[in-house]
């Protein structure tokens, strides 16, 4: 009986690799429209100039195609096991990119200096151990959007405390929860997160915050600046 072929990398490169710079996918972001997936940088970078899928050419959305994007983090953790030393080279250069992103200007040395941090304040470690210590840093300034005419202006208030740095991988979902523990919310209540006037998603993580809403807008001052209110229902 003859042993079962060994695969090898380069068996699976059509899966593996971005259409656009040709190498291995870095952040894999599917687009919704077609299920064709790209690196996150190059797909966004993309729909800077087009509205269409590069690969396929098919229309994603008319006006803002980057709402049809959708991080694969399950096909990110298998191209991590089949590329040995790829998540440690990325990581290194994340961590270079956000240092290059003048961290002096607000008193610090780098990602690593000391800071504070969402998953201290609210106990978010979980079981991840040491993970978010080594992520790249973002600095974040959370301000109450204040309208008289908003039903519950008189509960959700202003932070004492409204410069924080997290995560970059950290979600609109997790600045939901640290909002509402830090202004002793009730549990039911729904905040709104915004960024330069548009509502952002509970999935949208930092990083793409800062590189689809807040860069691309013309802002490069840091902190970038959240705004939260409360959750308006449209329906």
């Given at each position: 009986?003859?042993s079962p072929?060994k695969?090898?990398?380069?068996?699976?490169?059509h899966?593996?690799?971005?259409?656009?710079?040709?190498g291995?996918?870095?952040?894999?972001?599917?687009?919704?429209?077609?299920?064709?997936?790209?690196?996150r940088?190059?797909i966004?970078?993309?729909f800077?100039?087009?509205n269409?899928?590069?690969?396929?050419g098919i229309q994603v959305?008319?006006t803002n195609?980057?709402?049809?994007?959708?991080l694969?983090n399950t096909l990110?953790?298998?191209?991590f096991?089949?590329?040995p030393?790829?998540?440690e080279?990325?990581?290194?250069?994340?961590?270079e990119f956000w240092?290059s992103?003048?961290?002096k200007?607000?008193?610090?040395?780098?990602?690593?200096?000391?800071?504070?941090?969402?998953?201290?304040?609210d106990?978010?470690g979980?079981g991840?151990?040491d993970?978010?210590?080594?992520d790249?840093?973002?600095?974040?300034c959370?301000d109450?959007l204040?309208n008289?005419s908003?039903?519950?202006?008189?509960?959700?208030?202003g932070?004492?405390?409204?410069?924080?740095?997290c995560s970059?991988r950290v979600t609109?979902g997790?600045?939901?929860k640290?909002l509402?523990?830090?202004l002793?919310?009730?549990?039911?209540y729904?905040?709104?997160?915004?960024?330069?006037?548009?509502?952002m998603?509970?999935?949208h993580?930092m990083e793409f915050?800062?590189m689809?809403r807040w860069?691309l807008r013309?802002?490069t001052?840091?902190?970038m600046v959240l705004?939260?209110?409360?959750?308006?229902?449209f329906?």
């Amino acid at each position: 009986m003859t042993s079962p072929r060994k695969h090898l990398v380069k068996d699976f490169n059509h899966f593996i690799t971005c259409y656009v710079c040709k190498g291995y996918l870095i952040k894999p972001t599917t687009v919704t429209e077609c299920l064709h997936t790209f690196c996150r940088s190059c797909i966004i970078q993309h729909f800077e100039d087009s509205n269409d899928c590069p690969k396929c050419g098919i229309q994603v959305h008319e006006t803002n195609p980057r709402e049809m994007l959708r991080l694969d983090n399950t096909l990110e953790e298998i191209i991590f096991k089949l590329v040995p030393g790829l998540r440690e080279k990325e990581q290194q250069q994340e961590i270079e990119f956000w240092r290059s992103r003048k961290w002096k200007e607000n008193g610090e040395d780098g990602p690593r200096s000391k800071r504070s941090r969402l998953d201290d304040d609210d106990g978010g470690g979980g079981g991840d151990g040491d993970y978010h210590r080594s992520d790249p840093q973002i600095a974040i300034c959370l301000d109450c959007l204040r309208n008289s005419s908003l039903v519950g202006e008189n509960v959700v208030k202003g932070l004492m405390k409204k410069f924080i740095r997290c995560s970059t991988r950290v979600t609109v979902g997790t600045i939901k929860k640290f909002l509402s523990l830090k202004l002793k919310l009730p549990s039911s209540y729904e905040l709104d997160v915004l960024c330069n006037g548009e509502i952002m998603g509970k999935d949208h993580t930092m990083e793409f915050i800062y590189m689809t809403r807040w860069r691309l807008r013309g802002e490069t001052a840091y902190p970038m600046v959240l705004e939260y209110r409360p959750r308006i229902d449209f329906g």
